[in-house]
């Protein structure tokens, strides 16, 4: 882990209106350097990792957070995972404070939900009820104790900001079961919004270059994943308006909120809905 730096070091705490508080909270940044396998994760580490990349405007992290796995949003994401069978076990990727699980429990009541992150919400989330287990530390340090044990592993608006997106997907992979699920979903930089409104839109929003859908994909192929769906419109996050709004430092977030709303089948149908969703399929074993 990377140690911290000297005390009154100069950090970069992003300027007034940094848009990746709009989307991406602390708890869940994915460390730069990770400890040999078989160390344990630091937990002091952790936090100070989390602290550099902290957005400077946490409750518009909470706000973005809250949209991207929103209850209505969750349903349909379930819905696409149901389509090829009722899941025993969900590995929730930077699970934060157990929303998703939370949310996805009374759809699919014979599900155990799990999650990791890097802070401690996550473990209030375990013992708050809204997953059955939580883990501490990346997938890629958790793989080997997780392998194989889940039916779908969900990597939801995070790939983006993983230092290594190959290993983070490797990894994804050693932890599904053989025949089991892998749900993506990111911001699309390619999508007419992004055009449209520049770094004031989602897909902008994070401190690293989103990955295209095409990139992603190319990364599976590479892995031996059989990509069963690609979808740039059902990804929509609607936090269109509202990212804008919290920009400029106006007022009137609930109704910006209330707006993307309506707006967002409107969107989805125009070709400006700004996230892609990949499900792919970890192939069975041969017989």
């Known amino acids: 882990m990377t140690a911290p730096p000297p005390a009154g070091a100069p950090t970069d705490s992003g300027a007034l209106g940094d848009p990746l508080a709009l989307l991406l909270p602390a708890h869940q940044v994915v460390p730069a350097d990770e400890p040999p396998s078989g160390e344990p994760v630091s ?4 936090a100070w990792e989390a602290e550099q990349r902290r957005p400077p405007h946490p409750e518009c992290a909470r706000r973005g957070w809250a949209a991207v796995r929103e209850a209505g949003r969750v349903r349909q994401l379930v819905r696409s995972m149901t389509a090829y069978g009722e899941p025993e076990s969900w590995l929730d990727v930077g699970a934060g404070d157990g929303r998703f699980a939370a949310a996805a ?3 699919l009541p014979y599900t155990a ?4 992150g890097l802070g401690e919400e996550v473990e209030r989330a375990r013992a ?3 997953l059955d287990e939580a883990y501490r530390g990346t997938l890629p340090l958790l793989a080997g104790e997780l392998a ?3 039916d779908v592993v969900g990597l939801l608006h995070q790939l983006g900001d993983c230092p290594d997106r190959a290993a983070e997907l490797a990894a994804a992979r050693r932890v599904l079961r053989p025949g089991g699920l892998l ?3 990111a911001p699309d930089p390619g999508c007419r919004t992004a055009r449209l409104l520049g770094p004031w839109c989602l897909p ?3 401190a690293r270059p989103q990955p295209t859908v095409e990139a992603v994909r190319e990364l599976l192929a590479g892995l031996k994943f059989d990509v069963l769906a690609v979808d740039r419109v059902a990804g929509h996050v609607p936090r269109t308006l509202d990212a804008l709004r919290a920009a400029a430092g106006l007022p009137g977030g609930r109704a910006a909120r209330g707006a993307d709303r309506l707006l967002a089948p409107l969107l989805r149908r125009t070709g400006l809905a700004n996230a ?12």
């Open 43 to 46: 937990t002091d580490g952790l």
């Open 183 to 185: 749900l993506v979903e």
């Open 204 to 206: 902008h929003c994070a």
């Open 105 to 107: 429990r009374p759809l």
């Open 128 to 130: 708050d009820g809204a």
């Open 276 to 287: 892609w969703r990949i499900v792919a399929r970890r192939p069975p074993l041969s017989p």
């Open 148 to 150: 194989g044990r889940y």
């Open 113 to 116: 939900f799990d999650g990791t």
